[in-house]
């Protein structure tokens, strides 16, 4: 794997990638609270069978793209961060993939770019229209979802995450990270304002437009132990899919399946790749 540096109109950001330069592209979303790192295991496995894969820090956690104020983590902006980066690869098309945060950024990048996006995976984060409505319906969702509320005060959360040695935030990762992994996510968001950065995706607001179903074909896999989402909005998410579209549930698995089930996670993503042309 190399490191790259992304130029773009927002700021520069940092990136992992991996596989030969011409391989079909594949662009990887992580999330709260991780980096690109997340993805190393895909990367590696994506890679070995000919794709160009690159895992971005995205905004708030790459240092050059980090600005102070909420509104600057905007969902649409958010978006307009994967076009900018893509753009910057040389990348007319490419086939997309998010978890938790990158998850959400996937879906309305699929939704306000099919062109572009070939084919959508996403892991744990339901479709935002599906995860609207349990919230409206479904108590145990409503439940799940308080945090959110919570980690809206600021500076409050920031410095609670982060007391005894980030003993709150290395929590999060509850044994099904590997402790390396965990401690350089620990590391990253305890430089300057990078924490605060990562939790203004939060404090944003909500988005400027309502999204509508997708149309490209799309990977969804959610896990049964996830915290974050349960399965009512995992089961609401297919009624938002209008292409060709694949649910697959991971029994006994955590939120952070990246990690912890990472060889099953490679093989859906090459079955979903390959299920839908050749580059």
Do not use: C
């Amino acid at each position: 794997m190399t490191r790259l540096s992304i130029p773009t109109g927002a700021g520069r950001f940092e990136a992992i990638a991996a596989g030969p330069p011409d391989g079909r592209p594949v662009l990887l979303l992580h999330g709260f609270p991780q980096t690109g790192l997340v993805w190393q295991r895909q990367i590696a496995a994506l890679a070995a069978h000919g794709y160009r894969v690159v895992a971005p820090d995205q905004r708030g956690y790459s240092p050059g793209v980090r600005p102070r104020r909420p509104e600057d983590y905007r969902i649409g902006l958010l978006v307009d961060d994967v076009v900018a980066i893509t753009e910057q690869l040389g990348w007319a098309a490419f086939d997309l993939v998010g978890h938790d945060w990158g998850g959400a950024v996937a879906w309305w990048t699929a939704h306000a770019h099919p062109a572009r996006v070939r084919t959508l995976a996403v892991v744990s984060t339901p479709h935002p229209g599906a995860l609207a409505t349990t919230l409206r319906t479904d108590q145990d969702q409503r439940t799940r979802s308080r945090y959110m509320i919570d980690w809206r005060e600021t500076p409050a959360t920031e410095k609670r995450m982060l007391a005894h040695d980030a003993q709150e935030l290395r929590g999060f990762y509850a044994g099904k990270v590997p402790p390396d992994s965990a401690d350089a996510y620990v590391r990253h968001l305890s430089q300057q304002g990078a924490l605060t950065a990562a939790l203004n995706w939060y404090r944003a607001g909500r988005p400027d437009g309502a999204i509508g179903a997708i149309a490209v074909p799309t990977l969804y896999v959610w896990s049964t132990e996830d915290s974050a989402f349960g399965p009512a909005a995992a089961q609401e998410t297919g009624r938002w899919v209008d292409g060709p579209y694949r649910f697959e549930t991971l029994q006994g698995v955590s939120h952070w399946v990246p990690e912890e089930a990472p060889e099953t996670l490679s093989r859906l993503l090459l079955e979903h790749l390959r299920a839908h042309g050749e580059y």
